[in-house]
Each structure stands twice: as structure tokens, then as C-alpha cells.
């Protein structure tokens, strides 16, 4: 092995923690604590965020705060608190306070708003000018 580079063995078997911070949220009386994603949860966090209508695919914001909340907010025990039938609570909560909690859970996964813009940009505009948000199943209050 040349100096520094890393073979496989040794690449699989080192340990890297996820990084974490605290997030204060003075609205609900505390903290959160927040932890950056895998790349598998990554993954999953990007496929949560693309519609599938026949053979066309669409990028679709909807929700997209409170799923990277819920995928990053954890205990100190490292375990999600939030399942995903927890979305719409938190999809309800103030948008400032899903902001705060989002912006740090996509820094800590290196997510920048080039990302965001490039995966938009990957799956284009609907042309007709549609959007999934309008579709039967978003939630009425």
C-alpha cells in the first residue's frame, strides 16, 4: 500500500461517525438532535423526492423538509424518532421551524442547494405544466 492511500480491506473497516449537532428549537421548549445521513439514507431521501408517472419522472418538493427531518432527527442512542407515518405531523409544523432543523440536516449530509437545483434539473419540468402537487393525494386541513 502506497502511503496514505487506502485499500479495500481498510476502507471498508474504518469507522466513521456520522456527524451530529444540536439544534436548538425554542418554539417546542428544547433541542433536537440532529445527525447527517448514510449514503443509503441519502439515496432514499433523493428517491422519496421523484414522482413516477408512466414512463415520465418529475421532481417533486412536496414534503421534502419533513422527510430529511425525519430522517435525521435522532436520539442520542443514534435512532430515528420519526417514522415515516410522521410525515404529515411534521410536514404541519411552522415552516421556520422545519427550516432550522433542514438546513442542518443538509449541511451535516452534504447536500448543498446545488444538489437540490441539479436533481430538478435532472428530471426537468413538466412541459404541460402539471405538477404532482396537485394530485388527489396531498391532504386537505
Given at each position: 500500500m502506497a502511503d496514505g492511500i487506502l485499500?479495500?480491506?481498510?476502507?471498508?473497516?474504518?469507522?466513521?461517525?456520522l456527524p451530529r449537532e444540536r439544534v436548538d428549537v425554542p418554539e417546542l421548549g428544547g433541542v433536537v438532535l440532529v445527525q447527517g445521513?448514510?449514503?443509503?439514507?441519502?439515496?432514499?431521501?433523493?428517491a422519496s423526492c421523484v414522482v413516477q408517472k408512466g414512463n415520465k419522472r418529475t421532481f417533486n418538493l412536496i414534503d421534502a423538509r419533513a422527510k430529511l427531518v425525519a430522517l435525521?432527527?435522532?436520539?442520542?442512542?443514534?435512532?430515528?424518532?420519526?417514522?415515516?407515518?410522521?410525515?404529515?405531523a411534521l410536514s404541519a409544523m411552522p415552516?421556520?421551524?422545519?427550516?432550522?432543523?433542514?438546513?442542518?440536516?443538509?449541511?451535516?449530509?452534504g447536500?448543498?442547494?446545488?444538489?437540490?437545483?441539479?436533481?430538478?434539473?435532472?428530471?426537468?419540468?413538466?412541459?404541460?405544466?402539471s405538477s404532482p402537487s396537485g394530485s388527489p393525494a396531498s391532504s386537505a386541513d
Open positions: 485499500g479495500r480491506e481498510a476502507f471498508l473497516a474504518a469507522r466513521t461517525d445521513l448514510t449514503g443509503k439514507q441519502r439515496d432514499q431521501y433523493e435525521s432527527v435522532v436520539g442520542e442512542d443514534g435512532k430515528r424518532l420519526f417514522r415515516e407515518e410522521d410525515l404529515p415552516a421556520q421551524i422545519l427550516d432550522r432543523i433542514f438546513s442542518v440536516a443538509q449541511r451535516l449530509s447536500i448543498s442547494d446545488q444538489d437540490v437545483d441539479e436533481l430538478g434539473q435532472l428530471f426537468g419540468d413538466d412541459p404541460d405544466g
